[in-house]
């Protein structure tokens, strides 16, 4: 089965957590990351309700740490090493890192003020039901989102549309977390969870692109034998800086074990 660097983060757990400011890098993976969770587990957005509550706060930082090492010694990550990446992780990890990057980045994915705007113009919808209605209300607001972040909270919020069991639900507990923090969650509870809950469910009209449907496999249809081939090549680089605590050199025992996650996963 898959082993992840957060089981050998677990057993060291010295790291010093990644400033909050640094995390802001990894915000433009989310999508891809979301995507990974779409093509793991058809109830995906469960998995931040449920298992991810339960990770250990070192398996976050372990995920952080290798993800900023590899784009400090690549600059940028092609497709195969993001999949590589996320293979080395559970899904209940990476939603819980999904969970704190929403939470803890600096500038904040969806910051104070654009959240009090979007509440301010959320009160202002006379019918929820009415995505029309709601898209046109909250696009002002939205439309002062960086690309990057508006692209991560809609991905986000298609996910829980398109892979909840109760997505209201699921939205409302998971809404306060992207909009709120300490000073005002008493305030706003309320506001923040029917906000969520109206964006997931209006998810296309209100994101457009990174909302839209599809029944495509959300990484793309790839041959089995050109995966291979790419896992091959990034197994024979350096994966990671050579500052990475989790640097590590795949043994044939392991990389057989990633075929079997290949096949689990329904690349072969």
Not at 70 to 97: F, H, N
Not at 137 to 164: F, H, P, Q, V, Y
Not at 240 to 262: C, D, H, I, Y
Request: aromatic share 8%; hydrophobic share 35%; with cysteine.
């Amino acid at each position: 089965g898959e082993r992840g660097r957060g089981e050998e983060a677990g057993e060291m757990s010295t790291y010093v957590r990644v400033k909050p400011e640094k995390t802001i890098r990894l915000v433009p993976h989310i999508p891809f990351v979301i995507a990974w969770l779409r093509h793991k587990d058809p109830r995906a957005a469960e998995l931040f309700n449920g298992p991810a509550k339960h990770v250990d706060d070192d398996e976050v930082q372990s995920v952080y740490r290798n993800l900023l090492d590899a784009l400090d010694t690549y600059g940028d990550l092609s497709t195969a090493q993001l999949r590589s990446i996320c293979m080395d992780y559970e899904p209940p990890v990476w939603a819980r890192a999904i969970h704190s990057l929403f939470m803890g980045s600096e500038p904040r994915i969806v910051p104070m003020k654009v959240a009090e705007g979007l509440f301010n113009a959320f009160k202002k919808v006379r019918d929820p039901s009415n995505g029309s209605e709601v898209a046109t209300k909250l696009s002002g607001e939205l439309d002062k989102l960086r690309l990057i972040s508006l692209e991560a909270l809609g991905e986000l919020c298609a996910l829980i549309r398109d892979t909840s069991s109760d997505m209201r639900t699921t939205a409302q507990k998971i809404g306060p977390y992207i909009f709120l923090n300490d000073e005002n969650v008493q305030v706003d509870f309320v506001v923040a969870s029917k906000l969520m809950q109206s964006m997931v469910e209006h998810a296309d009209i209100v994101f457009g692109k990174p909302a839209t449907r599809s029944n495509y496999d959300p990484l793309g249809v790839r041959r089995s034998d050109y995966l291979e081939e790419q896992q091959f090549n990034f197994d024979n680089e350096s994966q990671f800086s050579g500052r990475s605590m989790n640097r590590r050199v795949r043994p044939q025992q392991e990389k057989k074990e990633m075929a079997t996650a290949l096949a689990d996963a329904g690349f072969m």
